[in-house]
């Protein structure tokens, strides 16, 4: 693994579906970040964590939730999937707390609820 | 609220150069970021201001003023894979970062 990993690529899932999209990083950053990237909008922030064991709510939340049980991974799990859920999803790092430093972004899961 | 504006398309010539505006209005500000995204892939970084002034980095320049709300993103000798989207985010009084919706830049020959 070089970088940050997202599995899978794409899905397509029925609504009412659990989902949990995946994303390892190998570079011992402290701070991961979950986005959702939609045609006109602006990535916007579902969940993010600081650090290993915490984890705190984005602009958008709702619908969604993430673990941090050791550095390298930080899955985002849709508990019961709606339409309004079909995006792409960006799973994102940085090296420090602060978020002053670049973020690392994996390769996106592209996802449609029908 | 929060918003961050940016162009949504703009087109320039190979060879030539090209300016990306970028306006914002946060709550509180830590600094501003500028993301290239090619067509189905993800953001890479570009460039991050957080005082006034112009940052050059090989062809690409970032300039920000903060009184103003104001940043643009300067391309130079522009290339055909320069052809993306530009994104510009700011980084609020949260620590988080709040981005714009993106600027598709074509580049024609």
């Known amino acids: 693994i070089a970088g940050i990993t997202q599995a899978p690529t794409s899905q397509i899932l029925a609504a009412g579906r659990r989902m949990t999209l995946r994303c390892t990083q190998d570079?011992?950053?402290?701070?991961m970040y979950w986005y959702r990237q939609d045609l006109g909008l602006g990535l916007r922030l579902i969940h993010y964590?600081?650090?290993?064991?915490?984890?705190g709510k984005g602009e958008v939340p709702d619908g969604y939730s993430v673990s941090r049980a050791n550095t390298d991974d930080f899955p985002l799990t849709l508990a019961s999937a709606v339409p309004s859920q079909t995006s792409v999803y960006f799973c994102?790092?940085?090296?420090?707390?602060?978020?002053?430093?670049?973020?690392?972004f994996g390769p996106g899961t592209r996802l449609t609820v029908t | 609220g929060q918003n961050i504006d940016q162009p949504t398309e703009m087109t320039a010539t190979e060879g030539a150069i090209v300016q990306i505006n970028c306006t914002y209005q946060?709550?509180?500000?830590?600094?501003l970021f500028w993301y290239q995204q090619h067509a189905g892939e993800a953001p890479t970084f570009l460039s991050y201001?957080?005082l006034d002034g112009l940052e050059e980095k090989g062809r690409f320049s970032s300039f920000l003023s903060r009184s103003k709300g104001y940043s643009y993103l300067l391309l130079k000798e522009l290339q055909m894979k320069d052809s993306a989207s530009y994104l510009c985010?700011?980084?609020?009084?949260?620590?988080?970062?709040?981005w714009g919706a993106g600027t598709k830049l074509i580049i024609k020959p």
């Open positions: 994102a790092s940085s090296p420090g707390l602060a978020g002053t430093d670049e973020q690392y």
């Open positions: 570079m011992r950053h402290n701070a």
């Open positions: 964590s600081n650090t290993a064991g915490t984890t």
């Open positions: 946060t709550s509180g500000f830590n600094g």
């Open positions: 201001n957080v």
């Open positions: 985010a700011v980084l609020d009084s949260n620590y988080q970062l709040i």
